[in-house]
T-cell receptor, first 110, second 117 residues
Framework: QKEVEQDPGPLSVPEGAIVSLNCTYSNSAFQYFMWYRQYSRKGPELLMYTYSSGNKEDGRFTAQVDKSSKYISLFIRDSQPSDSATYLCAMNTGFQKLVFGTGTRLLVSP | GAGVSQSPSNKVTEKGKDVELRCDPISGHTALYWYRQRLGQGLEFLIYFQGNSAPDKSGLPSDRFSAERTGESVSTLTIQRTQQEDSAVYLC???????????????FGPGTRLLVL
C-alpha cells in the first residue's frame, strides 16, 4: 500500500465548476501538507501549504486537512481553463523529503 | 529569473551508457533534493543534500545511481549503465533550510526527461 493515495483522474469539469481534489495517507506522523500544480512538461509549483489540521484559503483555492481521517482536500472555486493541470498532493513530517501522491489530472473545458 | 535550472532538458541514451544530469539551485538555498517522476506516477524521492553532504540517500534505487554536490551549489546526478526502467523525468528542488521542525518550501526545476532506448 502506498503511503499517499490519490485518484489519477482525469477529472473533467465545465468552466465555473467547483472542483474537489483529495488524497488519503497512512502515516500519522505527517504534519505538513502541500498541494502542487504541474503543467505539462513543467516542474511542480507550490499552490497551498497547511500545517496540521484545519483549513486554509487563498483566493479561489481552499485546502483542508483532517488528520483524524488522514484525508486532505483541495477545492477550486470558479474553475478556469487555465486551471487545467495535474495537481499533486505532498506531505512530510517536517524533515526534508516530501512524499507525493500520483497526481490528479484536471481538465476544465470552456 | 533566479529559479532552479536543470540541464539537459531532454536526454536520449542507449541502454548501458552512463548519463549525468545537472541541477543549479536557487542562489543561497542550502538544501537540494532529487526526485524521479515516472510516467503516470507521482514523484519519488531519491536523495537530499544539506550543503555538500547527503544525510538522506534512502531513495536511490540502486548502486548505479549516485549524486554529488559541490560548493553548496550545483549538483550532478549520475546514472551508470542505464536501463530502460530508468526512463523518467528527473526533477531537482531546492529550499532555503534543512526543514528541521519547520517546513520550508521546495522550489522545483523543469526537470530532465531521460529516455533510455
Amino acid at each position: 500500500q502506498k503511503e499517499v493515495e490519490q485518484d489519477p483522474g482525469p477529472l473533467s469539469v465545465p468552466e465555473g465548476a467547483i472542483v474537489s481534489l483529495n488524497c488519503t495517507y497512512s502515516n500519522s506522523a505527517f504534519q505538513y501538507f502541500m498541494w502542487y500544480r504541474q503543467y505539462s512538461r513543467k516542474g511542480p509549483e507550490l499552490l497551498m501549504y497547511t500545517y496540521s489540521s484545519g483549513n486554509k484559503e487563498d483566493g479561489r483555492f481552499t485546502a483542508q486537512v483532517d488528520k483524524s481521517s488522514k484525508y486532505i482536500s483541495l477545492f477550486i472555486r470558479d474553475s478556469q481553463p487555465s486551471d487545467s493541470a495535474t495537481y499533486l498532493c505532498a506531505m512530510n513530517t517536517g524533515f526534508q523529503k516530501l512524499v507525493f501522491g500520483t497526481g490528479t489530472r484536471l481538465l476544465v473545458s470552456p | 529569473g533566479a529559479g532552479v535550472s536543470q540541464s539537459p532538458s531532454n536526454k536520449v541514451t542507449e541502454k548501458g551508457k552512463d548519463v549525468e544530469l545537472r541541477c543549479d539551485p536557487i542562489s543561497g538555498h542550502t538544501a537540494l533534493y532529487w526526485y524521479r517522476q515516472r510516467l503516470g506516477q507521482g514523484l519519488e524521492f531519491l536523495i537530499y543534500f544539506q550543503g555538500n553532504s547527503a544525510p538522506d540517500k534512502s531513495g536511490l534505487p540502486s548502486d548505479r545511481f549516485s549524486a554529488e554536490r559541490t560548493g553548496e551549489s550545483v549538483s550532478t546526478l549520475t546514472i551508470q549503465r542505464t536501463q530502460q526502467e530508468d526512463s523518467a523525468v528527473y526533477l531537482c528542488a531546492s529550499s532555503s533550510r534543512t526543514g528541521g521542525l519547520h517546513q520550508e518550501t521546495q522550489y522545483f526545476g523543469p526537470g530532465t526527461r531521460l529516455l533510455v532506448l
